[in-house]
């Protein structure tokens, strides 16, 4: 299948606004179910369509929402038939009253549990002890060789606990998550990208600043998903930031200076 | 969570209705007024919504769309089916197609949404408009090309070129609304 022209055609915003016949509506569906490609451009139209009615979103009345509730309460009520409760289990059940007989085999059923549990989880401690010890040695160790990447850490801790440092969380979480710190006085900027998701060969993610008195978005680095979860990755420091976005972009980074498609945005408050 | 509120929807939960009626009551609201053009229609036809959304729950498949799309679709039907059954249809449907595609939009944004609106701006009225046509006013394409006289694949490009370009701001749509 082209997919290029497939979606070209505009038939997935034809399915997205409701429209097409049952038959084109049907092979939409296969298709989507069959090529992720095809999914992943339907979800971003419906995410477009959706986005533009919030924009355009009406409060409706107060009370309507309790009237509505209601409304379903009431037909919950009268038609469906209330599933059966499961009948008490008939065994023993009839004779009524426990005698000390028949509690005993439960009685020695019970201790016997109680100990199975109790020497279990003795046993469970013990273990889980000795793998702490021994995650706590490794760590010792690690510490001593790793004084490099201690020194970094305590950098970028230092960088982080900066009073002047702000962070900005992405909100929108298409691509993942992403944070940039910004410290306008040092002239700092740096991200974490581990937690963005994964992207196919073709793609790459592009950081995007807003600054004071620019409509237009300015590009930042290109970049990929992080491996290390730690790492602060450097980015270009702007004056006068208003805001930080993502976009997924063809590799390489915009093509037209403009961002693609943004899936994430984070304003200084 | 989505997937949580999928399930309760699915097994006929009401709490999955209140939960939607929270999050997309009042997009779904502003898309239903659009259509009906009254108040007290448009609170009928969105109750409507709602109770349908509840009986037909275990119909939505998530595979198939979001659930947003899903709403506003039964939305937008039930807003169409009450217009016609109101019998304001035929003077209200076809008066209306002209000027609205013809004439600017005076204001239906909400007005706080300063930001929104500058980005919105950014798309071509002509392109806007056919936006609002089909998503808010519930015009098939083909009646916008008999209306109007534009070729019915004109319409098609052009909408969607109007989405694709919606898709390069939609996430400032999104935040600069919250």
């Known amino acids: 299948m082209n997919f290029e022209s497939y979606i070209r055609s505009g038939i997935l915003e034809s399915y997205a606004l409701g429209l097409g016949t049952p038959a084109e509506r049907a092979e939409v569906e296969r298709n989507i179910a069959q090529y992720p490609v095809l999914a992943a451009e339907l979800k971003a139209i419906e995410d477009s369509l959706a986005a533009y009615a919030q924009a355009h979103a009406i409060a409706p009345p107060d009370g309507l929402k309790s009237k509505i509730l209601e409304k379903i309460e009431s037909e919950m009520k009268a038609p469906t038939p209330e599933p059966t409760p499961d009948p008490p289990s008939s065994e023993g059940g009839s004779g009524g009253g426990w005698t000390l007989k028949s509690l005993l085999p439960w009685f020695i059923a019970g201790i016997a549990v109680a100990l199975g549990v109790a020497l279990w989880t003795s046993k469970t401690e013990y273990r889980e002890q000795q793998a702490l010890m021994r995650t706590m040695e490794q760590q010792l160790k690690d510490c001593k060789s790793d004084s490099m990447l201690q020194q970094q850490l305590r950098q970028d801790m230092a960088f982080i606990n900066d009073p002047a440092t702000r962070r900005i969380d992405m909100l929108g979480d298409v691509g993942g998550q992403l944070s940039v710190y910004l410290n306008a006085s040092q002239q700092a900027v740096f991200a974490t990208t581990a937690r963005m998701k994964p992207l196919p060969a073709n793609q790459d993610y592009q950081l995007w600043v807003i600054v004071e008195g620019n409509p237009n978005p300015v590009p930042l680095e290109v970049f990929q998903p992080g491996s290390d979860p730690l790492a602060l990755v450097p980015v270009s420091f702007r004056e006068k930031v208003q805001a930080f976005a993502v976009s997924l972009e063809p590799k390489g980074g915009s093509p037209d200076g403009k961002p693609t498609q943004v899936l994430m945005i984070g304003a200084l408050s | ?178």
């Open chain 2, 1 to 178: 969570m989505q997937d949580q509120l999928i399930q309760q929807l699915q097994s006929r939960d009401s709490v999955a209705i209140g939960r939607l009626y929270d999050a997309y009551g009042a997009a779904l609201f502003g898309v239903v007024l659009r259509i009906v053009g009254s108040k007290e229609l448009a609170e009928q036809v969105l109750q409507d919504t709602f109770l349908k959304a509840w009986k037909n729950g275990e119909s939505y498949d998530p595979s198939k769309g979001q659930l947003f799309t899903w709403l506003v679709n039964i939305a937008r039907n039930t807003a169409i089916d009450a217009t016609r059954s109101a019998h304001f249809k035929n003077q209200k449907h076809t008066s209306d197609i002209t000027t609205l595609y013809q004439q600017p939009d005076s204001g239906s944004m909400n007005p706080e949404h300063v930001g929104v609106r500058e980005l919105i701006e950014k798309l071509d009225e002509k392109y806007r408009k056919l936006v609002d046509l089909v998503y808010f006013q519930g015009y098939t394409q083909e009646e916008v090309a008999e209306t109007t006289g534009i070729p019915l694949g004109t319409i098609k490009t052009r909408l969607r070129y109007a989405i694709t370009e919606l898709r390069r701001y939609f996430i400032f749509i999104w935040f600069f609304m919250q």
